[in-house]
């Protein structure tokens, strides 16, 4: 069977694809074999003299080119096939031409053939129909015909008992000639069914690996739109730590240079840090990196335990701000607790940038069995810059940064729920809720 197979599809005829160029060798090769083989059955049968009268020889050979070349196109055309091999199988019983050995085997081949490789089922059906009929209606008129001469098969008694001899001849012929006929039906819709169940694996084999490779290259775009959001909140946390501190520098740097000289420090390490996890995340998003060792160290992975670290970095920046953690803390998964952790990042980042000079921040966690709450609240005038008033990030329509767009899909990846929006008594509020397990119902 070649690779260019058709589908299989449910309720859709499945037509079986011709044999390639070693398939139609074999063929040839086998009515060939045939040929020789019949050619030297039915010399035997002429020397024997099994037959009262037998016709010439070109005769003979000329019935066994007919009984077996046309096998060499069975699986091109299968159904003329039979149809020939029928009628020289008759012609060869009329005449005595043949033997009665090899034109059993290839009349059962051809209508096998008709079963395994017919393009048109019904057209099989319909073919193998005829050819039973035919050859059974042949068979019981022989029967009839012989059991009123008694010149033939004088052996046989037609009388006797309750089953006579010739009766019993007959029902041995009948039966030999259902078991003949049934298994070339039988055996030939089975190699039909074969192939195409064959191929229905074959294509869903296929299918699978074209699956697997879709599922894998999704899997590198996720991974990789995770590490963009990283980016985006790295770069956007130290630039603004670096901001503020370079403008507290620039106020104080000519009547306070120790504070201005506190100031340049924390510059130069928020500036060492985000060198540090910038060159581990473009290190990843690089293609193909031949040398994994010079793509230096990977940034470490934050989480819920350095939310502390963070706060005393967006005070030492200039930015006063609180934590409050409000019942047991629990374990949670990585997404989880990156996702915390990037949240409170991003929004103090953001209060930075858009609450003013005089702005506090509040975050608080509150744990619970099944979940973690965060909240991050501002006390600045920046909010009508983050999100317009009245709308919710929960909103699919609700414009924003693209800061609040990260942070919505990474609680949506955690299977939390997100909101963001101004505070009636001013500021700007954000809420998160991470569940710490994921439902059977959420999982992927």
Known sequence: MTSTAPPVLDGVEWIRPRPDRRGLHHDI???????????ASSLLY??????EQTPPLWGSLIWA???????????????????????AFMVGAVTQAGDLLFNNIGLFIAIYSVGAWSRHRRAAQVVRGVIVVVMLAWLFWDLIVSAGIPERLPGLDREGGVVSPYVAFALINIITNLLYFGGA???????????????????????????????????????RLRIARELHDVVAHHVSVIGVQAGAARRVLGRDPEQAAESLAAIEQSAREAVAELHGLLGTLREGSADASGAGP????????????????????????????????RETSGLVAVTAYRLVQ????????????????????????????????DTGIGAAGRVPTGARATDASAPGGLGLVG???????????FEAGPRHRGGFLVRATLPLRRTGSEQV
Request: proline share 4%; charged share 25%; aromatic share 4%.
């Open 407 to 417: 942070m919505r899909e990474r609680v949506a990846a955690s299977g939390g729920t």
């Open 185 to 223: 039906w039988f055996f030939g819709d089975t190699a039909y069914r074969s192939a195409r169940s064959r191929t229905a694996l074959e294509q869903r084999t296929a299918e699978l690996a074209a699956e697997r490779e879709r599922t894998r290259a999704q899997a590198v775009a996720i991974e």
């Open 298 to 329: 990977e940034p470490a992975v934050k989480s819920i335990a350095d939310l502390p670290a963070l706060i005393e970095d967006a005070r030492a920046g200039g930015l006063p701000a609180d934590i409050t953690v409000v019942g047991e803390p």
């Open 46 to 51: 002429r020397a024997a003299g099994i037959w």
């Open 29 to 39: 090769v086998l009515a060939v074999v045939l040929l020789a083989c019949t050619i």
């Open 346 to 377: 991003e929004s103090l980042t953001n209060v930075r940038k858009h609450a003013g000079a005089s702005a506090a921040a509040d975050v608080r966690l509150r744990w619970s069995d099944a979940a973690l709450e965060i909240e991050i609240a």
């Open 65 to 87: 080119a007919a009984m077996t070349l046309p096998l060499a196109a069975r699986r091109i055309a299968p159904e003329i096939v039979a149809g020939v091999l029928t009628v």
